[in-house]
Structures are given as C-alpha cells and as structure tokens.
C-alpha cells in the first residue's frame, strides 16, 4: 500500500510539473498570439469582429498570474481545454475527431513492429557477430528519435519531394468514409508512412529482447545436446524462436492489456530485464524438456 501510495505522489506531481510548465512558457515568450491572429486577418475583419475575437481567445490575459494559473486549473479540472486559435473550435472536439484515428494506427503499429522486430531478434540472436549486426545500432538509435520528428523527416522525403506517399490527411479528400474497399484501400495507403515512421521507432525494443533471449538460451547445455545428436541448424533456430517469441507474446499481451506506452531507453531496458527473468524462471525448463524430445527422436 506503501509503494502505491509513493507512485501515485510521483505521478500526481509529474501531471502538475507538466501541467504547470504547459502554462508557463506560453506566457513567457514573447508577442501575442491574439494580436498575431488579428494581424492575420486585417482588411477582412471589423472592429466587432476583432472584439469578438479578443473576448473568445482573449478572456482572462488582462488579469494576474495567479489568478489566470487558478481559472486554468480549474478548466483542466473540468474537462474545458479551451479553444483552439488555429482551428477555432473547441480543442476536446478536435482531439475526439482525431483520437480514433491515432488509437488504430499506434495499435497497427505496435502489432507490425512486434512480429518483425521479433521475427528479426531471432534471426540476429542466431546470428550473432555477423555482419547482420550492424542494424542493431542503427534501430537503437531510431528509437531514440520521437515519433513526430521522423514522421516530419519522412514526410519531406518520401512524400514531399519523392512523391512516394500522400503528402497530408487520412484518405483521399474525393471520397466519403464507408466501408466500401475504395475507401478502406485509401485509408491504408495514406497510413503507410505515419505507421512507417512508429514501427521504425518502436522496432528496436522487440528486436533486441527478442535476440537477448535468443543469445541466453543459445548458451544452455540443451541446446548443445540438441545440435549434437544431428539437429539441423534450421530447425533448432525455429524451436528457439518459437519457445523465446511464447515469452514475448505474454510480455507484449500484458503490455497491451495494460495500455503502457514504452518510450524511454530504460522502458526498453526494463522489459528487457524482465523478459530474461521470465526466461530463466520456468520458460527454460519447458525449451529444455522439448528440447530433449526433439533429440531422442
């Protein structure tokens, strides 16, 4: 009850810092973004329409810090985020149009780069030291890059001056969303790069748990016995990966089940370290056992 207690303190005070510094920094750059926005628009507003526009967006700046820090708590606490100046709609209706578009893609996402970065830590566990390895630097550090930051790199490439990919929004502006398989083939072809750039930078992290595994149980003396008695090459790479990828199913299950969002290196460190204590706990036996089947037969 402790330790809950303790982490839910950590928490809230990481939800206020947060909260805090979002309302600060705004505040201490320098310009208005509402005489910014009114500047924008001069020769096409009136005076009435400049009121307006400085009650809407404008509310509450003439007064204290405080007092404006207190009133935008308040909201927070009831779900207000306040309007939009780009879009000049409330922020929780742009948010809610967009959430159901990003919950599918990161859970494409996370499914695309689980079966090929474990499909990949496979084949560079087996492989290990070979030439192989050289992506294994390159994945890390993609997955040091955050998403939205590769997206943009991606977008300018292979979109805006490749021509590969569409260039902005989730499916072809002429159609109307349906279930017909125009529409749904639009909606994956424009989602190819946003899902390309997060599975990029989410590989690394199964791929290298799945090749720690790989490497640890590659040492054991069951798998020597195995190779051995005549097992093919081939064959004991696919039992190892079979029995290694059981635990990173469960691990990737519990994770989804969960709804964590790993995307720090000690996140990934993390899972590593618990995905070779699952190992070594029990998961070793049942590849040892079946291991042994294999070789009598």
Same mark, same amino acid.
């Not at 879009?87 to 859970?107: A, E, K, N």
């Given at each position: 009850?402790?330790?809950?207690?303790?982490?839910?303190?950590?928490?809230?005070?990481?939800?206020?810092?947060?909260?805090?510094?979002?309302?600060?920094?705004?505040?201490?750059? +320098?310009?208005?973004?509402?005489?910014?926005?009114?500047?924008?628009?001069?020769?096409?507003?009136?005076?009435?329409?400049?009121?307006?526009?400085?009650?809407?967006?404008?509310?509450?700046?003439?007064?204290?810090?405080?007092?404006?820090?207190? &009133?935008?708590?308040?909201?927070?606490? &009831?779900?207000?985020?306040?309007?939009?100046?780009?879009?000049?709609?409330?922020?929780?209706?742009?948010?809610?149009?967009?959430?159901?578009?990003?919950?599918?893609?990161?859970?494409?996402?996370?499914?695309?780069?689980?079966?090929?970065?474990?499909?990949?830590?496979?084949?560079?566990?087996?492989?290990?030291?070979?030439?192989?390895?050289?992506?294994?630097?390159?994945?890390?550090?993609?997955?040091?890059? +955050?998403?939205?930051?590769?997206?943009?790199?991606?977008?300018?490439?292979?979109?805006?001056?490749?021509?590969?990919?569409?260039?902005?929004?989730?499916?072809?502006?002429?159609?109307? +969303?349906?279930?017909?398989?125009?529409?749904?083939?639009?909606?994956?072809?424009?989602?190819?790069?946003?899902?390309?750039?997060?599975?990029?930078?989410?590989?690394?992290?199964?791929?290298?748990?799945?090749?720690?595994?790989?490497?640890?149980?590659?040492?054991?003396?069951?798998?020597?016995?195995?190779?051995?008695?005549?097992?093919?090459?081939?064959?004991?790479?696919?039992?190892?990966?079979?029995?290694?990828?059981?635990?990173?199913?469960?691990?990737?299950?519990?994770?989804?089940?969960?709804?964590?969002?790993?995307?720090?290196?000690?996140?990934?460190?993390?899972?590593?370290?618990?995905?070779?204590?699952?190992?070594?706990?029990? &998961?070793?036996?049942?590849?040892?056992?079946?291991?042994?089947?294999?070789?009598?037969?």
């Amino acid at each position: 009850m402790r330790t809950l207690l303790r982490r839910l303190a950590i928490y809230l005070f990481t939800a206020w810092t947060t909260i805090t510094v979002n309302f600060i920094l705004p505040r201490l750059m +320098p310009g208005d973004p509402i005489q910014q926005l009114i500047g924008k628009l001069q020769g096409r507003v009136t005076p009435e329409m400049i009121k307006a526009i400085k009650a809407q967006f404008g509310q509450g700046l003439n007064q204290s810090m405080w007092t404006q820090y207190v &009133h935008y708590i308040n909201q927070l606490l &009831h779900g207000d985020l306040g309007i939009s100046i780009t879009l000049s709609s409330p922020v929780s209706d742009v948010l809610s149009s967009q959430i159901w578009w990003t919950v599918g893609l990161i859970g494409v996402g996370a499914v695309v780069s689980f079966f090929i970065g474990t499909a990949l830590g496979v084949l560079f566990g087996w492989t290990r030291g070979s030439r192989a390895d050289v992506v294994i630097p390159a994945a890390t550090f993609l997955q040091s890059v +955050p998403y939205y930051f590769l997206g943009t790199i991606l977008i300018m490439i292979f979109a805006a001056t490749l021509h590969w990919f569409p260039l902005m929004g989730a499916y072809d502006p002429s159609l109307s +969303p349906d279930w017909s398989w125009t529409y749904i083939a639009s909606v994956l072809r424009y989602g190819e790069l946003p899902l390309a750039s997060i599975v990029l930078s989410s590989l690394a992290g199964w791929m290298l748990g799945m090749r720690n595994m790989m490497v640890t149980t590659m040492s054991e003396d069951f798998v020597l016995m195995a190779v051995a008695k005549g097992l093919s090459r081939r064959r004991v790479m696919l039992h190892l990966g079979r029995g290694d990828g059981g635990t990173a199913r469960e691990t990737f299950t519990r994770n989804i089940r969960q709804v964590e969002c790993r995307a720090s290196a000690s996140d990934v460190a993390s899972d590593v370290g618990q995905l070779q204590r699952t190992l070594r706990r029990g &998961h070793r036996d049942g590849l040892q056992r079946r291991w042994v089947d294999l070789a009598h037969h």
